[in-house]
């Protein structure tokens, strides 16, 4: 399989599969002399880390990041550098049921269908496994973008429950086991998630991811511009159904008045007086904060029967068993900000490269 890598400067390669010794990630391009050790990368991979909550998969896995290569003395050389993570609590068994009949909703049968072979313990390299590393380069990237470039995400929706925007507070992401910036709405989703997991099902959910500081100029025009860049990161991830950049679909119900970002110079600084573009004008960043968001589908594997048919050409009923996410958006909350940093991180470099001058310093 080839196209297991993304970026251009800051490029990220992934590898391995749910059930197997070990995932990984290569990162080629990444600057030298930028400080980095497990300790910078280990806080985020916990925050995706499954098994922490009964609102996610029950796999415990420590997801204990080790740096093999590219790293001396606290400090990036410029080679590539190497991640690794041991897959410690692989439960094949749980598997047996969807070795000869496709999921429907996963990934099974279109793998099957180009490769004609899977390895289907815990959907192989189409599980979501695969984004832990994701994340891990994600917290590189974060280096290389240093502490004036801030991005978080948070949880937005969850099934048909929206959170109140008008409630918003940061403060109360990393209080509750869903990312949710609105306090108010977590009992709702405690409840309204405990009983799709009770029942075997699952629901979808929507992130948005913010990032601040991001100085103006990052983006290509024509077939680089940021926000397709961002939109190919962000729906490359598991389950991503459908990505937005600032006001989103919801943009095209607006009037050209309703939509346009007033614009004012103050004290010699140019300010935006609304957001609607979501930080990004003909591709390239306006110093805004750059604001995305994706839907997830709800979780394929799913107790209830549902009509598929075998490797072999039976029409039968598949019912999933197993550790599964019934909302696979909790966790993928970490992945998306991590997905918009390496952007950023890319971006950053392709800015220097064709410039020669480091935004950051304007
Ligand atoms: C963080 C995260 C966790 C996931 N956990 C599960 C899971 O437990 N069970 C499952 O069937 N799918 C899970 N998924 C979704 C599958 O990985 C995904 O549906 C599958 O790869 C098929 O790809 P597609 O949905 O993008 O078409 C997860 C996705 C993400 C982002």
């Given amino acids: 399989m080839s196209d297991n890598s993304f970026g251009h400067l800051f490029r990220v390669t992934t590898w391995g599969e749910s059930h197997g010794p070990a995932i990984g990630c290569v990162i080629d391009g990444c600057p030298p002399r930028i400080a980095l050790s497990e300790a910078d990368i280990q806080p985020w991979l ?6 922490q909550s009964k609102f996610t998969t029950q796999r415990q896995e420590p997801d204990s990041v ?3 290569s590219g790293v001396f003395e606290g400090r990036t050389t410029g080679t590539p550098i190497s991640l690794l993570i041991r897959n410690v609590d692989q439960r094949s068994r749980d598997y047996g049921d969807i070795a000869e009949r496709y999921r429907p909703g996963h990934a099974d049968v279109a793998y099957d269908l180009k490769y004609g072979i899977r390895d289907y313990r815990g959907g192989g390299r189409s599980s979501a496994r695969e ?8 917290a590189v990237a974060r280096q290389v973008l240093g502490a004036g470039i801030r991005i978080r995400a948070a949880l937005v929706q969850v099934g048909t429950h929206r959170i109140d925007r008008g409630r918003w507070n940061w403060d109360s992401v990393g209080d509750n086991p869903f990312f949710c910036p609105d306090p108010e709405t977590v009992p709702v989703w405690e409840a309204y998630l405990g009983a799709v997991r009770k029942a075997g099902s699952s629901v979808g959910a929507v992130v948005e991811i913010v ?3 991001v100085p103006p100029g990052l983006g290509a025009p024509i077939y680089g511009k ?6 190919m990161a962000l729906m490359s991830i598991n389950a991503v159904k459908g990505v937005e950049i600032g006001d989103g679909f919801a943009a095209a119900a607006l009037t050209g008045e309703e939509n346009a970002d007033p614009m004012r110079m103050e004290d010699g600084r140019l300010v935006f007086a609304a957001n609607h573009a979501g930080g990004v004008l003909g591709g390239i960043s306006t110093g805004q904060a750059l604001v995305a968001r994706f839907a997830v589908k709800p979780t394929s594997s799913i107790l209830t029967p549902v009509a598929s048919v075998t490797r072999g050409g039976e029409n039968v009923e598949v019912s999933t068993r197993g550790r599964h996410d019934p ?8 992945v998306g900000a991590a997905m918009m940093a390496c952007v950023l991180a890319d971006h950053l470099l392709r800015h220097r490269g064709q410039t020669g001058h480091d935004p950051r310093l304007a």
């Fill in 46 to 51: 916990d925050q995706r880390r499954p098994g």
């Fill in 66 to 68: 080790e740096i093999l």
């Fill in 131 to 138: 984004t832990a590393m994701r994340v891990a380069a994600g």
């Fill in 211 to 213: 990032a601040e500081g």
């Fill in 226 to 231: 940021l926000d397709s860049d961002l939109a």
């Fill in 327 to 334: 909302c696979v958006g909790i966790r993928a909350v970490p």
